[in-house]
Each structure stands twice: as structure tokens, then as C-alpha cells.
């Protein structure tokens, strides 16, 4: 079992829709979760990031931690043609000293105009 | 804030033969570095990380090496490259608890 998890998609929602994206994972030290969107032949560009569990608002973008569940939601309101992109969830256990952090295989999301 | 320099941006090699890609970064001192690649369809695989000059952990057993001969600079080796050595490589710098990319190496190897 991997440790992250995260559908691959492709996710294909029209413009202006509500996003759900999400990762589960194994690991219930993990206490850092991170979301990345991707653009095509880029590097990964930090989203959001929170600690523990509860919620995260950034303009359109919500970030969901339930620790409980081991389970993490990125949701996007009115989503726009330029939020297609594929989005990383990472997570982090600290008590390492050193921040490892472990992705998922990421989720491609289309919005269509 | 830190900015991170790759390069090259795209390179295509024969088997067998040498790598050196290079990171540079800017905005900040003794950063923690990474190595990370990225094959089509996985996650992001870290294959190094470093915490200071000379300092080098290395992830994953692989026909690669990494050195950081100065405080913003990484670097990422191969004596001979391997086809399974392509992928898209990334180098990241740690700032507190958050970790940035730089734009990334598309390696094909032939």
C-alpha cells in the first residue's frame, strides 16, 4: 500500500464548477499536508498548506485536513479554464527533524470553458 | 523569498553517457536542498537531500549521485546514464515549513 494516495484522473468539470480533490494516506504521523498544482512541463507551485487538522481558505481555494479519516480535500469554487493543472498532495511527519516530504501521484484537472 | 535556477531545461543523451545538472538558489542561505524526479504517471520521488556543504543523503539506491560544492549549489550526477534514467527532474529548496520548486530538467534518454 502506498503511502499517499490520490486518484489520477482526469478530472473534466465546465467553468464555474465546484472541485473536490483529494488524497488519503497510511501514515498517521503525518502532521503537515501541503497541496501543489503543476502546470504542464513545469515545476510544482505551492497552493496551500496547513497543519494538522481543520480547515484553510485562500480566495477560491479550501483546503480540508481530517485526521480522523486520514483524508484531505482540496476544494476550488468557480473554477476557471486557467485552474487546469494537475494539483500534488504532500504531507510531512517532522518529528524527523528534516522535512521529507511524500507526494501523491497527483490528479490532472480540465476546466472547460 | 528564494528563486530557484535549473538548467538545462530539456536534454537528450545517449546510454551510457554523463550527467551534470545543476541547481542554483537565491534569496536565502544554508538551505535544505532536494533532488526529486518525476516520471510520467508517478508522484515525485526524492532522490536526494541536503542539509549543508558537502552534506548528501541519498534516498533511493540508483545510478545517480548529487553534490553540493557551495551553500546554494546542487548538483545532480551520472557516470552513465541509464533509459531509466529519464524522467523530469526537480530540485526544491526548504523555507521553514514549505518547500519550493525550481522550473525543472525534462532528461530523455535514448
Known amino acids: 500500500q502506498k503511502e499517499v494516495e490520490q486518484d489520477p484522473g482526469p478530472l473534466s468539470v465546465p467553468e464555474g464548477a465546484i472541485v473536490s480533490l483529494n488524497c488519503t494516506y497510511s501514515?498517521?504521523?503525518?502532521?503537515?499536508f501541503m497541496w501543489y498544482r503543476q502546470y504542464s512541463r513545469k515545476g510544482p507551485e505551492l497552493l496551500m498548506y496547513t497543519y494538522s487538522s481543520g480547515n484553510k481558505e485562500d480566495g477560491r481555494f479550501t483546503a480540508q485536513v481530517d485526521k480522523s479519516s486520514k483524508y484531505i480535500s482540496l476544494f476550488i469554487r468557480d473554477s476557471q479554464p486557467s485552474d487546469s493543472a494537475t494539483y500534488l498532495c504532500a504531507m510531512s511527519n517532522m518529528n524527523t527533524g528534516f522535512q521529507k516530504l511524500v507526494f501523491g501521484t497527483g490528479t490532472r484537472l480540465l476546466v472547460s470553458p | 523569498s528564494q528563486t530557484i535556477h535549473q538548467w538545462p531545461a530539456t536534454l537528450v543523451q545517449p546510454v551510457g553517457s554523463p550527467l551534470s545538472l545543476e541547481c542554483t538558489v537565491e534569496?536565502?542561505?544554508?538551505?535544505?536542498l532536494y533532488w526529486y524526479r518525476q516520471a510520467a504517471g508517478r508522484g515525485l520521488q526524492l532522490l536526494f537531500y541536503?542539509?549543508?556543504?558537502?552534506?548528501i543523503s541519498s534516498e533511493v539506491p540508483q545510478n545517480l549521485s548529487a553534490s553540493r560544492p557551495q551553500d546554494r549549489q546542487f548538483i545532480l550526477s551520472s557516470k552513465k546514464l541509464l533509459l531509466s534514467d529519464s524522467g523530469f527532474y526537480l530540485c526544491a529548496c526548504r523555507d521553514y515549513n514549505e518547500q519550493f520548486f525550481g522550473p525543472g530538467t525534462r532528461l530523455t534518454v535514448l
Open positions: 501514515n498517521s504521523a503525518f502532521q503537515y
Open positions: 541536503s542539509v549543508g556543504i558537502g552534506q
Open positions: 534569496g536565502t542561505s544554508n538551505p535544505n
